[in-house]
């Protein structure tokens, strides 16, 4: 476990989830106004996010006493990393579409 006050780990998880659900609400309200199916890659990119946040958090929580430590902060790494590439794909496409969309209907 990174060395830190022992309250860090809960703020942090506290301030993710809030951000994550206040994020949540503004896209359904954005779904709701404008039922642009387009937001819905945002939403991926939410879930992608939450999960990128729990891997990280697990690597930040993980005792120091596991039994393959170094490989299990690897693998958390890893997982972390993959789930930030797949939500910033999600994230770009929902971009260029409602990019697109906007263009088209500009025209």
């Known amino acids: 476990m990174i060395a830190f006050e022992a309250e860090v780990p809960l ?3 506290v301030g993710f ?7 949540f609400i503004a896209l359904l309200v954005l779904f709701i106004r404008s ?3 387009n937001l819905l890659f945002f939403v991926v990119q939410l879930i992608f996010l939450i999960l990128t946040f729990k891997y990280l958090f ?3 929580t993980v005792p120091d006493n596991h039994p393959m430590l170094t490989e299990e902060c690897s ?7 993959v ?3 797949c939500s910033m794909l999600f994230m770009f496409i929902g971009i ?3 990019v697109r969309k906007k263009k ?3 025209v």
């Open 11 to 13: 703020f942090l998880l």
């Open 17 to 23: 989830t809030v951000v994550a659900i206040l994020s």
């Open 35 to 37: 039922h642009n199916l």
């Open 58 to 60: 697990g690597l930040i």
């Open 75 to 81: 693998l958390r790494v890893g997982l972390a990393g």
């Open 83 to 85: 789930c930030w590439a």
């Open 96 to 98: 260029f579409r409602i």
């Open 104 to 106: 088209d209907n500009a």
